[in-house]
């Protein structure tokens, strides 16, 4: 895709101790694109996740945000940037609606306490509020359960939920984290098909251990491993790249095709 990134980090490195989890690791997330980002364990696929999403504090590296360069983000500022992330587990809160749980990620970007000042809300701003996680919940394929209890939930809906959770805050770039861990191959390509209809609305950037299913949602792919970017381009591309295949499994054509889908 062409035109300005929306994200685009260069030269980011990040230690602990003596450790250098990231060496000089770049990506580029353009508008309306999903980006995959796999590796084998321990790769630092969650470590980039976390410099963007102001987990962890970088020792080098820049990221610019439409084209600007920017500070490296802290956590509290995600939203005010058009950002949301999801985590790997859905942690919703037991005694409220899912439609409310989601207003509670609408409500991330007040200065405010949602269980304290929901019920000083405006008639208006409820309702506005409501809409919106309403509609977020749709974008998930999770409309008809407003109105259940966490605990009624499966955990695929939860898994949507906690998405919509995500959406409602309207972002440009959403970063997903494991979004299919756990879940089965039907629900795997209901959310497949879900996250290519949000890239309509923003660019999502995705790290996942599913290679299948990152091969049917991604419009390019980042290769992670040992810190590096070792390689990068559409998933066709990097699945035949040597490097790659050596990462994941050695030199094995065989163990290539099963687990990065060769044909």
């Known amino acids: 895709m062409k035109g300005t990134p929306l994200l685009s980090i260069s030269n980011l490195s990040v230690n602990f101790g003596g450790l250098k989890a990231l060496s000089d690791v770049f990506i580029e997330v353009n508008p309306q694109e999903v980006v995959g980002l796999i590796g084998p364990n321990g790769a630092g696929k969650t470590t980039l996740f976390n410099a963007i999403s102001g987990l962890v504090k970088p020792a080098s590296g820049t990221i610019s945000l439409h084209d600007k ?42 200065k405010s306490n949602f269980f304290r000042d929901i019920s000083g809300f405006s008639t208006r701003d409820e309702a506005q509020l409501k809409e919106r996680a309403m509609q977020a919940l749709a974008w998930a394929g999770a409309h008809s359960l407003a109105d259940k209890f966490p605990n009624q939930l499966t955990y695929p809906d939860s898994k949507r939920v906690a998405l919509a959770r995500a959406l409602v805050l309207e972002p440009t770039l959403l970063l997903l984290d494991e979004p299919a861990a756990g879940l089965g191959q039907d629900d795997i390509d209901k959310l497949a098909a879900i996250i290519r209809q949000i890239k309509r609305k923003c660019a999502v950037l995705v790290v996942e251990h599913h290679v299948e299913f990152v091969s049917q949602i991604s419009d390019k792919v980042y290769v992670l491993n040992f810190g590096k970017v070792i390689a990068h381009g559409t998933f066709d591309q990097v699945k035949k790249d040597p490097g790659v295949m050596a990462a994941y499994l050695g030199t094995s054509t065989q163990s290539q095709t099963s687990v990065l889908g060769g044909n």
């Open 69 to 110: 360069n920017i500070s490296w983000p802290e956590p509290h500022r995600l939203a005010s940037l058009s950002i949301a992330r999801t985590l790997q587990g859905v942690s919703l809160f037991s005694g409220l609606t899912v439609v409310e749980n989601v207003m509670m990620g609408a409500d991330q970007h007040r």
